[in-house]
């Protein structure tokens, strides 16, 4: 068994917790991704259109 960093290893999150600062760590996130929000925005519509084209797929064929 793996007591260290790797494979399976580290302590993880126990269930049940939850972050206690929620809210600053987000806006710190979302500050951090404001340079590549074009690209960010770009992957979601390009994901959405992957979903509706898996979707409309069979309907068509």
């Known amino acids: 068994m793996s007591h260290g960093p ?3 290893g580290g302590r ?3 269930p049940g917790q ?3 600062n929620f ?3 987000l806006r710190r996130l979302m500050g951090e ?3 590549d929000w074009l690209l960010l925005v770009l992957a979601l ?3 959405a259109a992957g979903v509706v ?3 409309a797929a069979p309907r068509v064929l």
């Open 53 to 55: 084209a898996s979707v």
């Open 45 to 47: 519509l390009a994901s």
């Open 18 to 20: 939850r972050s206690e």
């Open 12 to 14: 993880g999150v126990a």
């Open 33 to 35: 991704l404001r340079p």
């Open 6 to 8: 790797g494979p399976r």
């Open 23 to 25: 809210g600053p760590n």
